[in-house]
């Protein structure tokens, strides 16, 4: 059975959040899923589109 980690924090963070969230929270699942013998793991990585910083219309 699959198990997805797909959190992240909405828009824009600091880093600190950002490492916290996105690396270690998959060290997280990655260990989990080593623990549990599941054979097999998807990574799945989405854009990141920031808005802060629009230069165009």
Same mark, same amino acid.
């Given at each position: 059975m699959p198990v997805p +980690? $797909?959190?992240?924090?909405?828009g824009e963070a600091p $880093?600190?959040?950002l490492l916290d969230v996105?690396? $270690?929270g998959t +060290? +997280?699942? $990655?260990?989990?899923a080593r623990r549990a013998t599941v054979?097999?793991?998807v990574?799945?990585?989405?854009g990141f +589109?920031?808005?802060?910083h629009r230069t165009g219309p």
């Open positions: +980690h $797909l959190g992240g924090p909405p $880093l600190v959040d996105n690396v $270690l +060290h +997280h699942v $990655l260990e989990a054979p097999r793991t990574p799945r990585v989405t +589109h920031p808005t802060a």
